[in-house]
Structure formats: C-alpha cells, structure tokens
Nanobody, 122 residues
Framework: QVELVESGGGSVQAGGSLRLSCAAS??????MAWCRQAPGNEREGVAA???????SYAASVKGRFAISKDNARNTLYLQMNSLTPEDTATYYC??????????????????WGQGTQVTVSP
C-alpha cells in the first residue's frame, strides 16, 4: 500500500517561492508527479519525474518550478519560484507503480495525497 503525505503549502506574495514536499511510504520505485487544481478547473499535471530521474513540466511552469526526489528518504519535492496568482491551487502529489515515463495526465497516476493549498497574492 502506498501512502503520500504532502506538506509545505502556504500563502506567499507574487514573485515569492515555496517548496512542497511529499513523503511516500511503500513502493520506492515509482514514477511521481505534482498536479494542481484551482476552483472550477480540472486537475492538471504540473511536473513529473520517473525512476530514472527523467522530468517533464507543464509549459506554464517550465523554468520556474523544479521537481526532484530524494530516493533515500522516498520524498518528492517541488521547488516553486517566481510564483504568480495563477499558480494558486491545491497541489497534489501523485504516484504510479509503473516506474518509467513522465506523463502529465492525471489518469496516469493511481495513488494520491490529500493535497496542500498554495495561495499567491498579487
């Protein structure tokens, strides 16, 4: 059984930074991702990383966000810089038992965390 627990959300002014963490238990050999959902919007993929450390990013965050994983701690991170109000959303950690590839499609992941809120003010 895989459990994902996010932390690190909060409120920040535009231009600021936050780092999200996702502690995973269970399978250590998974592809993982960060997705986000703003009110009234579909849940969208933001960044993904697989077991080979290959990464992919949504166009809206490329160059501003960085996904990484500490394999020893089995913890996923999302460093978010130059935040804008459009980044305001609930951010979810996701994982899949298949270890390869970096899809940004929410249906590619079967395990989900409870979400952490990120609010960016103008």
């Amino acid at each position: 059984q895989v459990e994902l627990v996010e932390s690190g959300g909060g409120s920040v002014q535009a231009g600021g930074s936050l780092r999200l963490s996702c502690a995973a238990s269970g399978n250590r050999d998974m592809r993982m991702a960060w997705c986000r959902q703003a009110p009234g919007n579909e849940r969208e993929g933001v960044a993904a990383i697989d077991s080979t450390s290959m990464t992919s990013y949504a166009a809206s965050v490329k160059g501003r966000f960085a996904i990484s994983k500490d394999n020893a701690r089995n913890t996923l991170y999302l460093q978010m810089n130059s935040l804008t109000p459009e980044d305001t959303a609930t951010y979810y950690c996701a994982a899949d038992a298949f270890p390869y590839g970096t899809p940004l499609v929410r249906t590619s992941f079967i395990y989900w965390g409870q979400g952490t809120q990120v609010t960016v003010s103008p």
